[in-house]
């Protein structure tokens, strides 16, 4: 069974002051790890796909790179409009099209 | 973009109702998804279908059903609504990819519907 746990729950950050999310994760063969953000009231907003260990993708102050364990999430000088819930999903190859995702972090940035 | 379009934002019903909820997408996804999304507990999966007509239960499907008469369009009904059924429900699709070996693909979600059941 694939399993994915999200650290740490909640994080606070001051405006411009970097730091990281992390997904770890298990599943037998990673068919793709997937970040998504969340806002309140909102639906989750696909952010990146990760295939394979070592790859990394860029999205403006966003940074995803992926181990055979785990996956960081940097978040470089961040703005209060970065915050929150990140979520993080993946996909084994099981056989099943369902991805199982983390309970996410909630991040907010202050001013 | 991918467009995920939920009929209703926020609903309101009573208790013994029987609710629709409906989604539709405007990508020509294969699969689709129904999630419930509850403080502390994350997003859970009710049903998912991989095709018209087609569909599997999550991990919670108990007081749930589905349609799934077109491919861009996957219904959600509440039989019978009870108040633990008030949440926020999210659609989602995808295309397929394959289901052994090679790659996936992400779900796009809509932006939810927030029922209360009372």
């Known amino acids: 069974e694939d399993q994915v746990t999200q650290s740490p729950e909640a994080l606070r950050l001051q405006e411009g002051e970097s730091s990281s999310l992390n997904c770890s994760y298990t599943?037998?063969?990673?068919?793709?790890l997937f970040w998504y953000r969340q806002d309140p009231g909102k639906g989750p907003e696909f952010l990146f796909t990760?295939?394979?260990a070592g790859e990394e993708k860029e999205k403006e102050r966003l940074k995803a790179t992926l181990t055979k364990k785990e996956s960081f999430l940097h978040i470089t000088a961040p703005k209060p409009e970065d915050s929150a819930t990140y979520l993080c999903?993946?996909?084994?190859?099981?056989?099943?099209?369902?991805?199982?995702f983390g309970r996410g972090t909630s991040l907010i940035v202050h001013p | 973009d991918v467009k995920v379009t939920q009929s209703s934002r926020y609903l309101v019903k009573r208790t013994g109702e029987k609710v629709f909820l409906e989604c539709v997408q405007d990508?020509?996804?294969?699969?689709m998804f129904w999630y419930r999304q509850d403080p502390g507990l994350g997003l859970r999966l009710i049903y998912f279908?991989?095709?018209?007509?087609?569909?599997e239960k999550g991990d919670i499907p108990e007081g749930y059903s589905v349609s799934r008469e077109k491919k861009e369009r996957f219904s959600l009904i509440l039989e019978s609504a009870s108040t633990n059924q008030t949440s926020m429900y999210l659609c989602?699709?995808?295309?397929?990819?394959?289901?052994?070996?090679?790659?996936?693909?992400?779900?796009?979600f809509g932006n939810g519907t927030r029922l209360t059941v009372t």
């Open positions: 989602a699709s995808s295309l397929k990819g394959r289901a052994a070996g090679g790659i996936s693909k992400p779900l796009h």
């Open positions: 599943v037998s063969g990673l068919r793709g």
């Open positions: 990760l295939y394979s």
């Open positions: 999903a993946v996909h084994g190859s099981g056989g099943s099209y369902i991805p199982t």
């Open positions: 990508m020509d996804h294969e699969n």
């Open positions: 279908s991989y095709d018209v007509k087609m569909k």
